[in-house]
T-cell receptor, first 113, second 112 residues
């Protein structure tokens, strides 16, 4: 079975400060890992993915994520938060032997001006 | 515009009614999925398809049927709507194994 945990329902950060949104996963094989963002009343938008290779993955809008195999984590980071980054963020995982994504419960990011 | 198109955007049903949520993509993607989004529960997989004529159940398939007669279309049928099916439904597609999904804008369904 595959699963994803996002331990924080909400993350608050001041504009200009670095942000981290946490994600841990569980799979039986090698993972494909993804981050998505959802703005109000919209569908999910793809931010970045880890398939293989460099543990630090860079994605859209200045976001990056670090894959840590020993800690089974894939935390989303950004060096300097913007108010416009405020949204709902989802981590997702797929075992290479499976066909569909499993999503975490989501973390709401609030960036205060 | 290329992408995943879902219709309708909003729907209110009475308990026991049936309906079909439409999903179409014009990117020639083989993989398509239906998810439902409920507060605090993230997205849960209902059904998915790896190509025309091939479908499989996800995490929460009860009360829903799907078919995939063409690569482009992947409709989701509610057989007899129940209040527990009140949710936001998303259709998504992807091309290859390592690709991210492209999501539709969703259908907000209320069952009264």
């Amino acid at each position: 079975a595959q699963s994803v945990a996002q331990p924080e329902d909400q993350v608050n950060v001041a504009e200009g400060n670095p942000l981290t949104v946490k994600c841990t996963y569980s799979v039986s094989g090698n993972p494909y890992l993804f981050w998505y963002v959802q703005y109000p009343n919209r569908g999910l938008q793809f931010l970045l993915k880890y398939i293989t290779g460099d543990n630090l993955v860079k994605g859209s809008y200045g976001f990056e994520a670090e894959f840590n195999k020993s800690q089974t984590s894939f935390h989303l980071k950004k060096p300097s938060a913007l108010v416009s980054d405020s949204a709902l963020y989802f981590c997702a995982v797929r075992d290479t032997g499976r066909r569909a994504l499993t999503f975490g419960s989501g973390t709401r990011l609030q960036v205060q001006p | 515009n290329a992408g995943v198109t879902q219709t309708p955007k909003f729907q209110v049903l009475k308990t026991g009614q049936s309906m079909t949520l439409q999903c179409a993509q014009d990117m020639n993607h083989e993989y398509m999925s239906w998810y439902r989004q409920d507060p605090g529960m993230g997205l849960r997989l209902i059904h998915y398809s790896v190509g025309a004529g091939i479908t499989d159940q996800g995490e929460v398939p009860n009360g829903y049927n799907v078919s995939r007669s063409t690569t482009e279309d992947f409709p989701l049928r509610l057989l007899s709507a129940a209040p527990s099916q009140t949710s936001v439904y998303f259709c998504a597609s992807r091309a290859r194994q390592g690709d991210g999904y492209t999501f539709g804008s969703g259908t907000r369904l209320t069952v009264v």
